[in-house]
Nanobody, 124 residues
Framework: QVQLVESGGGLVQAGGSLRLSCVASGSTFGNYRVGWFRQAPGKEREFVAAISRSGAGTYYTDSVKGRFAISRDNAKNTVWLQMDNLNPEDTAVYYC?????????????????WGQGTQVTVSS
């Protein structure tokens, strides 16, 4: 099991940028695939991005491709989500999640450990 703490959320105007961080503790971070999910008010939680254990593989939902970038540094036990050209539809609580498994990259149930989330609000 790994403990995850997100940070970096906040209020930003449309077109602006934020960088979210997810810091892990409690286990060998390099053994985990890590994903970012988000949940907007009144909506279900949805997949945003994921990164493989080595960082060589990255995955994105269509709506963020070209705007968001996921990266990691296993020596620092950290995954980042760089979010550029934000729009109001990106407003949500963003969650970091991790798993030792190899399936379900795009699914909530593909991840076992979750952080508490960080709020991102984009004003128009």
């Amino acid at each position: 099991q790994v403990q995850l703490v997100e940070s970096g959320g906040g209020l930003v105007q449309a077109g602006g940028s934020l960088r979210l961080s997810c810091v892990a503790s409690g286990s060998t971070f390099g053994n985990y695939r890590v994903g970012w999910f988000r949940q907007a008010p009144g909506k279900e939680r949805e997949f945003v991005a994921a990164i493989s254990r080595s960082g060589a593989g990255t995955y994105y939902t269509d709506s963020v491709k070209g705007r968001f970038a996921i990266s990691r540094d296993n020596a620092k036990n950290t995954v980042w989500l760089q979010m550029d050209n934000l729009n109001p539809e990106d407003t949500a609580v963003y969650y970091c999640a991790a798993t030792l498994d190899y399936g379900g990259v795009y699914r909530e149930r593909g991840y076992d450990d979750w952080g508490q989330g960080t709020q991102v609000t984009v004003s128009s």
